[in-house]
């Protein structure tokens, strides 16, 4: 386990190796791996555009301030979030768990969710958080590098993908081969947001 080292390594990155093709196994253990990033009620809700073809690229990147990161990657994942998926047929989310537990949680999810778009809406942005930041360490893991992306048109680019109504859209991610350097890595004291207590 070296995870400080990939905390470390992960940079936003900006040049991408055009020509770098990511093997298919590498892409299914990096999604496969990335959704055992918790989730809100084990609800799963990220629904991932995978972005192969090019022509789709280019409009992604004319709406995204011309960022090669869009075309140039050897991914381009855009990461939705479908803010119905506490209702999609829930008991499968806790299949494994002891009868008991299935039955408390069913009736709290429905109570929890029912009626309450902006709670859907924040739970979904939270697991979005942790999923793309699983997907960033582990594509490090697996000696790519990546940036994460929400400097574009949201109701563009929803249009060019398609967002069904009940989805929202979180930010894309960029994953490749980075290439030249970035610059030097810049972060407040932690003495600066770290309070004792209370604020
Ligand atoms: C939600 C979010 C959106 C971002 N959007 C962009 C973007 O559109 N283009 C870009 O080059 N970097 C983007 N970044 C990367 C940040 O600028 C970068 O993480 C920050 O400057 C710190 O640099 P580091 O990640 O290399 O440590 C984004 C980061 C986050 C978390």
Sequence with gaps: M????????????????????????????LLETS????SAYNIQHWRVVDVQDPGIREGIRE?????????????LLVLCADLDAWQEKP???????PQPVQDFLLPKLDEYYRGKPQVARDEAMRSLGLFGMTVMLVAQELGYDSCPMDGFDFDAVARIVGLPGQYTMGYMIAIG??????WERNRIPVADWVVKNHF
């Design 63 to 75: 709406v995204a301030w011309g960022q090669a990161q869009v075309t140039d990657a050897s991914l």
């Design 35 to 38: 959704a055992l990033a918790p």
């Design 2 to 29: 070296d995870v400080i080292e990939a905390v470390r390594r992960r940079r936003a990155t900006k040049a991408f190796d055009p020509d770098h093709k990511i093997p298919e196994e590498t892409k299914r253990v």
């Design 91 to 97: 008991q499968r989310y806790w299949a494994t768990a």
């Design 177 to 182: 081969k980075g290439i030249g350097t970035d």
